[in-house]
């Protein structure tokens, strides 16, 4: 428990700057909703001269670009890149750091199992991700409350939001495992920004290409806000899927960990 507390206070201060950027960035996009839904007419003329599948890459439908709920969707494509680094930092760094910072050698003398490191520390990043949701949650709704112009489903809004969050879990998965793989990471936001935009890119060029095998290669379109718009709910196989690429990725760290030789310099 006394590793748990550790590691939540240590991740604090990165907890409220992230939670912050992304309520800023949330912010920016939506004080802007009622001059761009006002303007439609223009901006719609504007978007048509862009290529189909350049608009389904950066999740710009036109059919739903103008309302709240579809204006919101694709402030989400930015958003979600956001929370997704944020995650791959803390999930690359949970182990890591002991490596880094020559701790490794204090903590493993301590009477606790790897097992119990590894679960403490994870819950710390867990409960990380969970709290900075809440906040941006909460002023997401505030801010949409304050610039919609007509009502909106409050489900398909929330289920939205929640994207955020399905998305940074993969990511701190996908990053706990670099963690224990790699015997020492000196640079972990290096690592962080090179995977998170791998897998972005290809998610993009999944949407321009048009080809559906690649979304299962990028987490970032496991949640389609499109799907959600239509439907208020989540695609089942893409929920199974990334459900099993968690555990998977999460019983492959611990057994890794109990396992490996940990160095200190």
């Known amino acids: 428990m006394n590793i748990f507390w550790h590691e939540l206070k240590a991740y604090r201060k990165s907890t409220i700057t992230w939670s912050i950027s992304l309520i800023a960035m949330m912010v920016l996009f939506m ?17 048509e001269g862009y290529p189909e599948s350049l608009r389904t890459a950066l999740g710009m439908n036109l059919d739903n670009l103008f309302t709240l709920l579809g204006f919101y969707s694709y402030s989400l494509t930015f958003i979600v890149l956001i929370g997704a680094i944020q995650a791959m930092n803390i999930g690359v760094s949970i182990v890591s750091k002991e490596i880094r910072e020559k ?13 119990t490191i590894v679960t403490a520390k994870l819950s710390a990043a867990f409960v990380s991700l969970i709290l ?3 906040v941006y949650g909460a002023a997401a709704l505030m801010m949409a409350s304050q610039v919609k112009l007509e009502d909106y489903s409050l489900q398909t809004f929330v289920l939205l939001s929640l ?12 990053g706990i495992v670099i963690s224990v793989v790699v015997r020492k990471i000196k640079s972990v936001l290096t690592v962080s920004l090179a995977t998170v935009f791998t897998f972005y890119f290809i998610g993009m060029i999944g949407g321009t290409a048009d080809q559906e095998s690649l979304r299962y290669f990028s ?3 496991y949640v389609d806000t499109a799907y959600i718009l239509q439907n208020s709910s989540y695609e089942t196989t893409y929920l199974i899927v990334a459900a099993a690429l968690i555990v998977i990725a999460i019983a492959v760290s611990y057994i890794i960990y109990s396992k490996k030789d940990i160095h200190a310099v």
Do not use: G
Not at 103 to 115: E, M
């Open 163 to 174: 994207s955020l969050l399905f998305v940074q879990l993969i990511f701190l998965a996908l």
């Open 132 to 134: 900075t949701n809440m």
């Open 103 to 115: 701790t490794a050698d204090f903590l493993l003398t301590k009477p606790v199992t790897r097992t």
């Open 31 to 47: 004080s802007i909703f009622p001059t761009f839904a006002k303007d439609a007419a223009d901006f719609t003329k504007l978007l």
């Open 219 to 221: 987490p970032f379109k």
